[in-house]
């Protein structure tokens, strides 16, 4: 029997891609959506304002939405899909978890916290079990678990990669980020046409604390966070989808970038339905990977490398991944997958 989902927030762009990405889903059933006071009560197909290129699953658009509070979701639901806006997120999940409900969210709220566990299940999978830890100082019944920043999820596999082969130091972070990422109204085609914005808010924060707690270590109790220097610099570009960064990598041992391409090629992925095979596409082209020509690869999920360079202080290389689907809609699935699996839903 498949797990019955529901989904926080389902009309906005990641709820939109939640509604794609689990219709079709062996493991999990839709039977809930929540969205604004101003949507609840009408159909999906009123309230929802489609803009993926498929069209809306038949029996989805028809389907009530409710109001995103604990009582309006019925008590059968196993797990939640969150794709509600931080400040909204910080104001009713919580109470979603104190209800019963587990919630796998991909909003920012609550990442750093020391009992959240921020998860990419290829590179962390363990720190789910900080739910442990949650639940017990927090007195839940559910759960709150998270995914990273679609700019974080994006370089850290490969940083992943380079920890576990030769130990990281430092890191340096520029990235090339598409509109999508802002939401459907979030950049005006007069901000962005013929255009670069070479500031993002908050965005470069959250590079260099979430990388940090998803490279740190687990011991049961709590995260130690990775002892290195993150630095990012976040600019928006007109790209829709796809997610471009250049990343310098400081490392412990000397390198080469045959030493580097082995190393990410041959990092494992996750025995779960929705992790790609490889995770990490490695490109010998100089010119690859490229937003139009990569973003879909394996559905979307897979992370792609290119320009891999050997440098005095350790490595350089460029790294691509679809920001909606790998960053964002498909990591919290990802997460829901892991936390079936784990046996917390």
Avoid at 280 to 291: A, G, L, N, S
Wanted: negative net charge.
């Amino acid at each position: 029997m498949p797990v019955t989902v529901g989904i926080l927030g389902a009309t906005g762009a990641v709820g939109q891609r939640l509604v794609q990405l689990l219709d079709p889903h062996p493991d999990f059933e839709i039977a809930a959506l929540t969205a604004s006071e101003d949507s609840a009560g009408k159909s999906y197909r009123e309230a929802a304002k489609w803009r993926i290129d498929a069209p809306i699953p038949d029996h989805v658009a028809e389907m009530t939405v409710g109001a995103t509070d604990p009582d309006a979701v019925p008590e059968d639901v196993d797990l939640l899909f969150s794709s509600l806006p931080s400040s909204v997120g910080e104001a009713v999940e919580p109470g979603f978890a104190e209800a019963g409900y587990v919630v796998s969210s991909n909003s920012s709220n609550f990442r750093a916290d020391p009992d959240v566990p921020l998860t990419i299940p290829e590179i962390n999978p363990d720190h789910v079990d900080l739910i442990e830890v949650q639940r017990d100082e927090r007195g839940w019944d559910g759960a709150l678990l998270k995914n990273p920043n679609c700019s974080t999820i994006t370089m850290v596999p490969p940083l992943a990669a380079l920890k576990e082969a030769f130990g990281i130091e430092r890191v340096d972070v520029s990235t090339l980020q598409a509109v999508s990422g802002a939401g459907y109204s979030g950049v005006s085609s007069m901000e962005i046409i013929d255009n670069a914005i070479p500031h993002i808010g908050g965005e470069e924060t959250k590079m260099e604390t979430e990388s940090r707690k998803l490279l740190g270590s687990f011991d049961g109790s709590e995260v130690e966070w990775l002892e290195a220097d993150v630095a990012a610099s976040c600019n928006r570009i007109p790209t829709l989808d796809g997610h471009l960064e250049n990343v310098w990598a400081d490392l412990s041992e000397d390198v080469t970038a045959e030493d580097v391409a082995d190393a990410m090629s041959e990092y494992p992925s996750a025995d779960l339905h929705s992790s790609p095979e490889p995770l990490i596409e490695v490109f010998e082209e100089p010119d690859r990977p490229q937003p139009r020509l990569d973003r879909n690869r394996k559905d979307g999920m897979q992370i792609s490398v290119g320009g891999i360079q050997a440098t005095e202080e350790g490595v350089q290389f460029n790294c691509l991944a679809h920001n909606t689907l790998r960053g964002a809609a498909g990591a919290s699935i990802l997460n829901g997958e892991l936390l079936l699996k784990k046996g917390y839903v």
